[in-house]
C-alpha cells in the first residue's frame, strides 16, 4: 500500500528569510516608484536658463517699448491740457467781451432778447442756431462767431485728451503686466540655476569666461580702429564692461542690451530710440561682411537682442543676469543684421 508522507513544513529560519527578501522587494518597487527624477546635467540648466533669459529679455523690450509709449502719452496729453485751459480762459474772455457789447446795448436802450439768451446760464446751444445771429449787429455776430469757433476747437481737444488717456490706461496694464512676466521668467531661472551646487556653478562661470570676456582682456578685436560717431559710442561702451545686466535699466550702472546702445551713442552726441524694435530702424541697415567697430548688431527673429560690433566677429553687449555687459563671439547667437547710425 503506497504510503503518503505530508511535505514537509519550512523552518521558523527560512520563513523568516522569505519574508524579509520579500519585504526588502517591496521596499525597493516602492522606491523606484517614488524616486525623484534625475537631477538635470550642468549643461542641461545652461541650457534651461539661457531660454528663460532670452523670454525675459523678449518681455523686457515690450516692456521698454510699452514705458516709452506712457512717456509719450504723458507728454502729449500734458500738452493738450494745457491747450485746454489756455483756451478755455480765451473763451472766458470772449464771452466776457461779449458781455460787455450787451451791457452797453442795455446802457443804450434795452438788450436784443437773441443777446441776453447768448448770456443766459446755457448758451452753449443756443450758439448753434445760426438763426439768433440774424438779430444781432456785425460786432455781436463775430463774437458770436469767434466763441463757437473757440468751442468747436475745446471739445475736440477735450476728446483728444480723453482717448489719449484711455491709451495710457492700457499701456500702464500693459507695462505691469510684461514687468510681471520679465521677473517671473527671471526668478524661474535663478531656481533652475539653484538646483546646481556650488562647485557646478563655479564650473559654469569659469566655462563662460573661457568663452567670453567681461574685463576686456585677451580679446582680439582685429586691425580695424573704430572711428566717427560709432567709434566715440563703443568706446563709450567699453567702459562699462563687467557692468550689470538689469531689466529696463538704462545706465550709468547697469543696463539691459537696448539700454546699453542708447546709452553709448547718447555719449557720442546721437539720439536713438528706447528698444531693440525700434533701433532696428534708427539707421541703415547692413550686412555681416559690411560691420564696422560701433554698428548695432541685432540677434535672434523676432530682434530681442542687440549689442554694439567690437571688430573680429565680437559684440559687446549687455548680455543677461548671468554674464552682464562683456565681449562675445557673434557666433553664439542668431545674427540677423547690422544697422549703421547717421
Given amino acids: 500500500m503506497a504510503s503518503h508522507r505530508r511535505p514537509k513544513q519550512p523552518t521558523r529560519a527560512r520563513v523568516t528569510v522569505l519574508t524579509s527578501v520579500a519585504a526588502a522587494a517591496v521596499a525597493l518597487t516602492a522606491q523606484s516608484a517614488s524616486a525623484a527624477p534625475a537631477k538635470p546635467s550642468k549643461d542641461e540648466v545652461k541650457s534651461q536658463v539661457d531660454a528663460l533669459y532670452e523670454e525675459a529679455e523678449q518681455a523686457t523690450e515690450k516692456f521698454n517699448g510699452a514705458k516709452e509709449r506712457q512717456e509719450t502719452l504723458e507728454k502729449e496729453i500734458g500738452q493738450i491740457q494745457d491747450q485746454v485751459a489756455r483756451g478755455q480762459g480765451e473763451l472766458n474772455d470772449l464771452r466776457s467781451a461779449l458781455g460787455s457789447m450787451a451791457s452797453a446795448q442795455y446802457r443804450n436802450g434795452g438788450i436784443d432778447p437773441s443777446l441776453a439768451l447768448l448770456l443766459s446760464e ?21 463774437a458770436v462767431q469767434k466763441i463757437q469757433a473757440k468751442q468747436r476747437t475745446l471739445a475736440q481737444q477735450r476728446q483728444e485728451a480723453a482717448g489719449k488717456l484711455a491709451d495710457l490706461d492700457a499701456t500702464r496694464k500693459e507695462l505691469a503686466e510684461k514687468k510681471k512676466v520679465s521677473s517671473e521668467k527671471l526668478a524661474a531661472a535663478q531656481a533652475v540655476l539653484n538646483t546646481l551646487t556650488a562647485q557646478e556653478r563655479a564650473a559654469l562661470k569659469d566655462e563662460e569666461t573661457r568663452a567670453s570676456r567681461a574685463d576686456g582682456q585677451r580679446v582680439d578685436l582685429g586691425d580695424v580702429k573704430a572711428s566717427g560717431r560709432a567709434g566715440a559710442a563703443l568706446a563709450a561702451a567699453k567702459t562699462k564692461l563687467g557692468s550689470a545686466y538689469i531689466s529696463g535699466h538704462e545706465g550709468p550702472n547697469s543696463f539691459d542690451c537696448s539700454g546699453l546702445t542708447q546709452w553709448a551713442y547718447k555719449q557720442a552726441n546721437v539720439s536713438i530710440t528706447r528698444t531693440t524694435y525700434t533701433q532696428a530702424n534708427d539707421g ?48 553664439n547667437m542668431p545674427f540677423q543684421f547690422g544697422v549703421r547710425i547717421g
Fill in 122 to 142: 446755457d448758451p452753449d446751444s443756443y450758439l448753434d442756431k445760426a438763426s439768433t445771429l440774424e438779430h444781432l449787429s456785425g460786432k455781436q455776430v463775430e
Fill in 284 to 331: 541703415t541697415r547692413i550686412s555681416r561682411s559690411q560691420l564696422q567697430p560701433g554698428d548695432l548688431v541685432f540677434f535672434y527673429g523676432d530682434l530681442h537682442h542687440v549689442g554694439l560690433y567690437a571688430g573680429n566677429n565680437m559684440t559687446l553687449h549687455a548680455s543677461n543676469p548671468r554674464g552682464g555687459v562683456k565681449y562675445e563671439s557673434m557666433d
